[in-house]
C-alpha cells in the first residue's frame, strides 16, 4: 500500500472524479464485465470512507450497474469530505489503493 499525506487529498478528489466518469462512460456491455468486480470494491471503497467518518461499517446498496460511477463519485466525496475534517494518511492511502484498483479493473 503507498503511503499518501493528507496534502494529498485533492489528488484523491481527482483520482474519484476520473474514474466515476471512466465508469460513466462504459457501454452497457462493459458495465456488465466489471459490475461484480466494482461491486466488491465499492464495499472497500466504502469501509474506508465510514472509518475515515469515524461510523460503523454497514453493506453498500446495490445500484444498477448504469450508476456504479455515481456510486463512487458519492463514496469518494463522503471519504475527501471526512479526510478534510479528520485527516489520515492511513486512510488516505486505503482510499487512493481502492480507487487505482477500480480503474485498473477497467477495459
Avoid: F, K, T
Avoid at 52 to 78: F, I, K, M, S, T
Wanted: charged letters at 30%; zero cysteines.
Amino acid at each position: 500500500m503507498r503511503q499518501r499525506s493528507h496534502n494529498d487529498v485533492d489528488d484523491l478528489e481527482r483520482l474519484v472524479e476520473q474514474v466515476a466518469e471512466r465508469l460513466r462512460d462504459l457501454s452497457d456491455a462493459r458495465q456488465r464485465v466489471v459490475e461484480a468486480q466494482v461491486g466488491r470494491l465499492l464495499a472497500a471503497l466504502a469501509a474506508v470512507a465510514l472509518r475515515a467518518e469515524g461510523e460503523p461499517g454497514h453493506p453498500v446498496p446495490r445500484v444498477g450497474r448504469q450508476a456504479l460511477g455515481d456510486q463512487v463519485e458519492v463514496l469518494g466525496r463522503d471519504l475527501v469530505a471526512a479526510l478534510r475534517a479528520r485527516p489520515s494518511n492511513d486512510l488516505a492511502a486505503q482510499g487512493y489503493d481502492v480507487l487505482v484498483s477500480i480503474r485498473r479493473a477497467l477495459p
